[in-house]
């Protein structure tokens, strides 16, 4: 959901779930084999109408976590002034009612396995592998942890960091629930898109320090290396598949919190891949992993002491022409079912990154999320 546009799902007619280094291929796989079993009925011809999947998948291949696509049996969207509702398999019989919010809660999160200390030294450690040339760029994270009431309703959440953030692609799928800045990738009708992030400061007390901070991070050298490696990885990925790629100039991006750097990337399909093929293809990214990505893979496993589960991983949907629209999962947490919850931000680390400023950019990544919860 992004600017009050969106699609909701209830029920679940099928659910496919996925795991280890072939997970984005397999699913892309199973989604053309669910196609083209399916029978559909599609007057509106709109992003999000017509037979849906809704996935978030893990970040690492060697994630505990499982990947999943889930049709649901009852869509609800809108898209501008339309609105409409798509039945899927037994979802016939379901009616779209409107349920009232659950009790309201408030949880407190704090440090998981990765306390502030621990997150300082990490990053340390990887500004002494970037400058002794081991790598250009590595995005290290760290974990919040809290509990909510039994029997919370999730969705409050996602109003929460909805109404908060609505510029962000909110989402909620499977427990995953957050409000990213920034897409993976986005496809509809042969055109193919992206939003870019990497590079953050945060926003100033007053009109002019905050006019200052957009200034100063987009001339910070640091910062724009940062992001340069993010674009990079991007444009090379994306290249493969796309005719007429082109790239706005890197802008600043503002959102409640913080100023991103940002780069919006568009071109055009002539490969006949589907979104899912795509973001098998880009993902991970070096907004998320680093650069090279190999090496920058083998450094947050080796620095970050958890499994990131489906943090920094695609969070999106899916349609019957391939077509749809995948959010890197950022500013969100994983809700599991004995109601634990899992929370995390993480920052890009180039040579000269001072790791105190970036522990304090990861506590303004985790605001979103801990003041939904709050
Ligand atoms: C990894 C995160 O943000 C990425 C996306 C935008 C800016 C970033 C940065 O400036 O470090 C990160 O690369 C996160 O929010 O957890």
């Not at 199973?30 to 037979?51: K, M």
Request: glycine share 10%; proline share 5%; hydrophobic share 45%.
């Amino acid at each position: 959901m992004r600017g009050g546009d969106g699609i909701a799902g209830y029920g679940e007619a099928l659910r496919l779930e996925f795991s280890g280094p072939d997970r984005l291929t397999d699913a892309a796989a199973a989604w053309r084999d669910v196609v083209a079993r399916a029978q559909i009925d599609d007057d509106v011809r709109l992003p999000g109408s017509g037979l849906v999947a809704f996935g978030t998948f893990a970040f690492a291949d060697e994630s505990n976590a499982t990947s999943v696509l889930i049709v649901p049996e009852l869509i609800v969207g809108r898209r501008g002034s339309k609105a409409w509702v798509t039945r899927i398999g037994d979802g016939a019989g379901i009616d779209p009612v409107m349920r009232a919010f659950g009790d309201d809660f408030r949880v407190t999160l704090r440090a998981g396995q990765t306390s502030p200390a621990d997150y300082v030294d990490a990053v340390s450690t990887a500004v002494g592998r970037i400058n002794d040339d081991e790598l250009g760029k590595v995005v290290l994270a760290r974990d919040l942890i809290g509990r909510l009431p039994a029997g919370s309703d999730v969705r409050r959440i996602a109003a929460e960091l909805a109404i908060g953030y609505p510029d962000c692609w909110t989402f909620c799928v499977d427990g995953m629930v957050g409000a990213s800045p920034e897409t993976l990738v986005r496809s509809e009708k042969g055109t193919v898109s992206a939003r870019v992030l990497a590079g953050t400061l945060p926003r100033g007390r007053d009109d002019r320090a905050d006019a200052e901070a957009a200034d100063s991070l987009a001339r910070s050298p640091k910062n724009t290396a940062e992001h340069a490696f993010a674009v990079r990885s991007v444009l090379d990925t994306l290249g493969r598949h796309t005719i007429r790629l082109q790239k706005s100039q890197p802008f600043t991006l503002r959102l409640p919190n913080l100023w991103h750097l940002a780069t919006d990337v568009e071109g055009v399909l002539h490969d006949g891949s589907t979104s899912l093929d795509l973001v098998a293809d880009m993902h991970p990214t070096a907004a998320v992993a680093g650069t090279p990505t190999d090496a920058a893979l083998a450094v947050i496993r080796s620095l970050e002491k958890f499994d990131r589960g489906r943090y920094a991983g695609p969070v999106g949907w899916i349609d019957a022409h391939g077509d749809g629209e995948w959010a890197i999962a950022l500013r969100c947490a994983q809700v599991d079912e004995d109601d634990v919850v899992h929370a995390y931000a993480g920052c890009g680390i180039v040579g000269d990154s001072d790791p105190a400023a970036e522990l304090a950019e990861s506590r303004i990544k985790f605001r979103p999320i801990v003041e939904a919860l709050a």
